[in-house]
């Protein structure tokens, strides 16, 4: 059996308009789109939750930035709507900060119906062996892997799973020690059957609106 974590079936246009219609207030002003998602509070905790350390003072806006700025060039990558096996839309994105060089990530829209982020290894071209961006200057190129990228996210959102299996609702939290941000993992309750799952994390988004509450498939 396969669990699809993204909602299939979604046309482009679809997700184009989910992210212009996002809105978030700065400074007492509604601001919306692209902009509005990446720095909204669950977008940015959802980032990190990668493990990559990035910023996102800068991010493509088009769909081409290899002529752009020479600190911003992406090889071997696009940013942009894109159509996966012909049912995921996403919309690929390279950002960093000012010292940094960019890494990528892409927009969907996830299994709930809400916008969320993934942030490829595979294909990608950031520090490995420190799991953050290069600084800029410390690598004279970068090159990147597109379809490695595209392979590593559809084998992400279709996860294959055993019929002996149980339903674990939790959520993603941290903390913060010594200024350091320290994510784990909070397990709410464990059940047989799917709908149970679900009907107990609608109860539970309920207590907790402030939570993006999950559903994790394990093997017994």
Same mark, same amino acid.
């Given at each position: 059996?396969?669990?699809?974590?993204?909602?299939?079936?979604?046309?482009?246009?679809?997700?184009?308009k989910?992210?212009?219609?996002?809105?978030?207030?700065?400074?007492?002003?509604?601001?919306?789109?692209?902009?509005?998602?990446? *720095?909204? =509070?669950?977008?940015?905790?959802?980032?990190?939750?990668?493990? #990559?350390?990035?910023?996102?003072?800068?991010?493509?806006?088009?769909?081409?930035?290899?002529?752009?700025d020479?600190?911003?060039?992406?090889?071997?990558?696009?940013?942009?709507?894109?159509?996966?096996?012909?049912? +995921?839309?996403?919309? *690929?994105?390279?950002?960093?900060n000012?010292?940094?060089?960019?890494?990528c990530?892409?927009?969907? +829209?996830?299994?709930?119906?809400?916008? =969320? #982020?993934? #942030?490829?290894?595979?294909?990608?071209?950031?520090?490995?062996?420190?799991?953050?961006?290069?600084?800029?200057?410390?690598k004279?190129?970068? &090159?990147?892997?597109? =379809?490695?990228?595209?392979?590593?996210?559809?084998?992400?959102?279709?996860?294959?799973? &055993?019929?002996?299996?149980?339903?674990?609702?939790?959520?993603?939290?941290?903390?913060?020690?010594?200024?350091?941000?320290?994510?784990?993992?909070?397990?709410?309750?464990?059940?047989?059957?799917?709908? =149970?799952?679900?009907?107990y994390?609608?109860?539970?988004?309920?207590?907790?609106?402030?939570?993006?509450? *999950? +559903?994790? +498939?394990?093997?017994?």
């Amino acid at each position: 059996m396969i669990i699809n974590k993204a909602k299939i079936n979604v046309t482009i246009d679809e997700l184009k308009k989910r992210i212009d219609d996002f809105k978030i207030i700065e400074a007492g002003e509604s601001v919306y789109g692209l902009y509005a998602f990446i *720095w909204n =509070d669950q977008t940015q905790f959802n980032l990190k939750r990668s493990g #990559v350390r990035f910023g996102c003072e800068n991010y493509t806006d088009c769909e081409d930035m290899n002529d752009e700025d020479e600190q911003f060039r992406t090889p071997g990558f696009r940013a942009g709507y894109e159509l996966i096996k012909n049912m +995921i839309p996403v919309r *690929w994105v390279a950002a960093g900060n000012d010292s940094d060089m960019p890494v990528c990530f892409c927009v969907y +829209i996830n299994a709930y119906d809400e916008l =969320d #982020v993934y #942030v490829p290894c595979n294909g990608n071209d950031y520090n490995k062996k420190e799991s953050r961006a290069y600084y800029y200057g410390e690598k004279d190129k970068l &090159e990147y892997n597109q =379809d490695e990228m595209r392979k590593e996210f559809f084998n992400y959102i279709q996860c294959k799973v &055993e019929m002996d299996i149980e339903y674990h609702v939790g959520y993603d939290d941290y903390k913060v020690e010594n200024d350091e941000m320290k994510f784990f993992t909070v397990i709410c309750n464990t059940f047989d059957k799917p709908k =149970d799952a679900e009907k107990y994390m609608q109860e539970q988004q309920k207590r907790m609106p402030d939570k993006a509450l *999950w +559903i994790q +498939i394990k093997r017994k």
